[in-house]
């Protein structure tokens, strides 16, 4: 609690009273120190891929270049770095862009089946590699919603791309969608067999950066931004997202959207 006081001063009386303003700093401290906490995080996960294609570089330079084999690995890796940096920046410029509300809703009537069927199919060849089965399943007379396509498919995808990471070998996952008991929510889980997540991680899987193993997220080629996008795009739809999970169980992801009709007007 920040607290200012300032005297009342009025013509030939002096002082006359005491203006006392009592400001809550904890919240905007909260901010500032979370803002210099993700600059420090952007500027660490941009300085290893760098630090790793400088000294590549180098090494080519100091004559790895004479040799075939060893000059195309190492042209491999910085390629690998390269891509890694431009997802991340991908994924900031696309956070930056939800922070600023630069990314406005396009809500369009949706079919529901066929868009989780399609987010199945984009990851056919992930999921056939993997030998993981994965279901759609849909309630009955659950058949359209009034949602950005674009921006839902986003969060699906980060969803599943998650669920086949963390998911063994031979696992499954299902999509599912269906109504809140009260029926004025869509609820939407990707649930999968994988690894599962350690209770004392649970409380902070959607910040930014944050991610249970860091070594391993990298090798997959994870952000640690994948959450906290989806978790952007659901908050801009007016929902919310959870997270369940059970170490060496499965993980499952349930976000909810207000169902709306064509125009916006709730069901
Ligand atoms: P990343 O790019 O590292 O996957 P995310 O923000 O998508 O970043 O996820 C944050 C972390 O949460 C991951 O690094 C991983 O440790 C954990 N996680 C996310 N989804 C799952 C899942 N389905 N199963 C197990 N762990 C998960």
Do not use: C
């Not at 529901?112 to 199945?120: Q, R």
């Not at 995808?157 to 998911?167: F, P």
């Not at 109504?179 to 899987?205: A, H, N, Q």
């Amino acid at each position: 609690l920040k607290v200012t006081f300032t005297p009342i001063h009025r013509r030939d009386k002096g002082i006359t009273g005491t203006i006392a303003l009592l400001q809550d700093a904890t919240e905007q401290e909260k901010l500032e120190q979370s803002r210099r906490q993700f600059v420090a995080n952007v500027s660490h996960e941009l300085r290893t891929p760098l630090t790793t294609i400088k000294s590549y570089a180098e090494a080519l330079g100091d004559g790895a270049l004479e040799e075939r084999e060893l000059s195309e690995r190492f042209v491999g890796v910085i390629s690998n770095e390269t891509e890694r940096m431009i997802r991340l920046v991908t994924d900031l410029l696309h956070l930056s862009r939800l922070d600023s509300n630069q990314a406005p809703l396009r809500r369009r009537a949706t079919k529901i089946h066929d868009m989780l069927d399609e987010v199945a199919d984009r990851f056919s060849f992930q999921l056939r590699q993997k030998s993981i089965q994965a279901s759609v399943r849909v309630e009955r007379k659950l058949h359209t919603a009034w949602l950005d396509r674009d921006q839902i498919d986003q969060v699906l995808d980060n969803l599943m791309s998650n669920a086949i990471k963390y998911t063994l070998d031979g696992g499954s996952i299902e999509l599912i969608a269906r109504r809140s008991s009260d029926g004025s929510l869509l609820e939407i889980s990707v649930k999968d067999t994988g690894i599962g997540i350690p209770k004392k991680d649970l409380s902070r899987i959607f910040d930014r950066f944050y991610r249970v193993d860091k070594a391993r997220s990298r090798n997959m080629g994870g952000t640690g931004l994948g959450l906290s996008i989806a978790r952007e795009i659901v908050k801009a739809h007016g929902g919310t997202i959870a997270l369940y999970s059970e170490l060496n169980e499965g993980t499952m992801v349930t976000f909810s959207l207000p169902l709306l009709q064509e125009g916006g007007e709730p069901e």
